[in-house]
């Protein structure tokens, strides 16, 4: 299901404290972990001079 809609698997490594306050910060604002991340790769990249590619 995923690759049918271009999303991908990403993992990396960081620390507990930062994981579970990143948790908790998009529970009590009700948005998905995945949704934060990826604007926030969004914007990273923007800031970087790279846009990102639009889904064709």
Known sequence: MA???????YTFRTYDT?????????????????SVLSAYMVEYTK???IEPKKKE
């Open 3 to 9: 690759e049918k809609v271009g999303l991908k698997t």
């Open 18 to 34: 930062i994981i579970a306050a990143f948790r908790e910060a998009c529970e009590s604002n009700g948005v998905s972990q995945s």
């Open 47 to 49: 800031q970087a001079g």
